[in-house]
């Protein structure tokens, strides 16, 4: 695929060509070799989009700012990983650099741009020292600086390490935090490409955007083009995580199936245990049920469904998840990095989040689920950035698809999975428990009560519900049981004597 092409064996030996005695990257070789115009149109014949999420052509955003005015442009390659489940950027920059450097100083090019930025995250420390090593290797290679290889090219390239958090996606606000401002996005047009960085024009890409313009000089734009779906073309990088087998970062071409990303690629759900749904795009993402895996990963068919490719993450969820307590944990994620500009943003996913939080402690209502659509299409609709057009998503599209759990939570107080704690208790059944008093030891509220040799019992009112009795419990054993809200079925036979009855 694309980033195999690209891999180099060691961070010194990137792939370089000879031309006139002097080091080139090959893809910027022949890119300097046309005119700008002729470089944004190979990169339309490819069909690129942006990897950022939200698809949009990388032509013709390159050509926006190209077309813009002014002596002074800019270009940045943003790799905050915001989500930092979904560490792509820092990957790409880690392993391989010189392709997404190779890239910024293509797009430089054919916009015009002499100074740029790489905006990542401050806690990634490995990753700063990759990257100055990087651009060191640039600079005693004549490819950074003034006059680049001859060829008139001027490009000066900085680190700038921030705090990022989700917010860190969103452009506008990504300019202002450059700027020393509070990361608040702002109203377009005018877009970044006309008026960014300093009011100047602003091309802004993120790292793999960056790296497949690399791949596709060095290549082709045929080649790319002909990767992929018809309107999602080359190759996507996925974070699969979750109960999936097999974790980690993977490429593949768009328009593959999901079913194919988990049980191909992935191996399937962890344990041999039944899919439940999936979760792609982040905490602002879409959630999918199974019905839909043999859907393509694409913009426009992940859109039909609600959902996103954003990040490139994809969590896997097995029966045992509890779609409402998921979807309590990605709104949480989102309302903590809204910046709070908008009123809806700011006030409906706190609101959002106090709804979820209540139907997963046993104190929803009926009303509760048509609220929280009405909720989530109301800032949907009236936030100014799409970060807050997407927090909604995963609340709106599990109650699509998963009605009938937040209904079981509200009306018949029960949690399906057995995660909510409200719903559920532990019980040992007497009819196994051998006396052994691990649990008894390991349980961190003193809930539990007996003695060697005797049945133990567990104290409902003092239980925390935290699982570790289970955990401890000897598999020969198997005593201890987690069930909802109703008491399993004692034993037939008699407590054996000397059994130790909690009193009463």
Not at 146 to 159: R, V
Not at 305 to 316: A, H, N, Q, R
Not at 365 to 394: F, M, N
Request: net charge neutral; aromatic share 6%.
């Amino acid at each position: 695929m694309i980033f195999e092409q690209l891999q180099p064996s060691a961070l010194t030996e990137w792939k370089m060509i000879k031309d006139s005695g002097q080091p080139r990257y090959s893809g910027l070789a022949k890119a300097l070799k046309m005119t700008p115009a002729e470089v944004i149109e190979e990169i339309n014949k490819s069909g690129l989009r942006g990897r950022g999420g939200a698809g949009f052509f990388t032509a013709a955003k390159w050509h926006m700012c190209q077309a813009a005015s002014g002596s002074e442009k800019y270009l940045i390659c943003n790799a905050a990983d915001g989500d930092l489940a979904a560490p792509v950027g820092r990957w790409l920059l880690e392993s391989n650099p010189h392709a997404v450097l190779e890239g910024m100083l293509i797009g430089a090019y054919a916009v015009g741009a002499n100074r740029g930025y790489i905006y990542i995250n401050a806690a990634s420390q490995s990753m700063i020292e990759w990257l100055q090593t990087a651009l060191a290797q640039m600079l005693d290679n004549g490819l950074m600086g003034e006059n680049i290889l001859d060829s008139g090219l001027s490009f000066h390239i900085k680190i700038k390490a921030e705090a990022c958090d989700l917010l860190s996606g969103e452009e506008t606000a990504m300019l202002r935090k450059l700027e020393g401002k509070l990361p608040m996005p702002s109203l377009r047009p005018p877009y970044p490409a006309v008026a960014g960085l300093k009011g100047k024009p602003t091309l802004i890409n993120n790292a793999e955007t960056l790296a497949h313009v690399s791949a596709i000089f060095q290549k082709g734009a045929d080649w790319y083009a002909g990767i992929g779906s018809k309107e999602s073309r080359g190759t996507k990088l996925l974070v699969l995580a979750g109960k999936v087998a097999n974790s980690g970062i993977v490429e593949v071409p768009m328009g593959i199936t999901l079913r194919q990303v988990i049980y191909d690629i992935g191996g399937g759900v962890a344990g041999d245990k039944e899919l439940k749904a999936v979760f792609i795009g982040g905490p602002s993402g879409g959630c999918l049920p199974d019905s839909a895996l043999d859907i393509s990963l694409d913009y426009e068919s992940l859109a039909t469904e609600g959902g996103i490719i954003g990040s490139g993450g994809i969590v896997v969820a097995d029966k045992d998840t509890c779609i409402v307590d998921f979807a309590k944990e990605c709104l949480a994620i989102t309302k903590a990095a809204s910046c709070g500009k908008c009123v809806l943003c700011r006030e409906g996913t706190t609101q959002m989040l106090e709804i979820l939080t209540d139907i997963t402690a046993g104190k929803g209502r009926p009303e509760d689920v048509d609220l929280l659509i009405e909720l989530g299409e109301g800032i949907k609709a009236g936030s100014l950035c799409a970060y807050g057009k997407t927090a909604p998503s995963p609340v709106l599209t599990t109650i699509k698809h998963f009605r009938e759990e937040y209904e079981a939570h509200i009306k018949r107080k029960r949690c399906p999975a057995l995660v909510c704690k409200k719903y559920i208790s532990y019980h040992i059944l007497g009819d196994k428990c051998q006396g052994c008093q691990v649990c008894m030891q390991e349980c961190p509220v003193g809930a539990i009560d007996g003695g060697g040799g005797l049945i133990h019992v567990i104290d409902q009112d003092n239980c925390d519900k935290c699982g570790r009795c289970q955990e401890v419990c000897p598999a020969e054993y198997s005593a201890v049981t987690k069930a909802g809200s109703v008491k399993p079925k004692t034993p037939d036979e008699p407590i054996p004597v000397g059994t130790w009855k909690k009193k009463r």
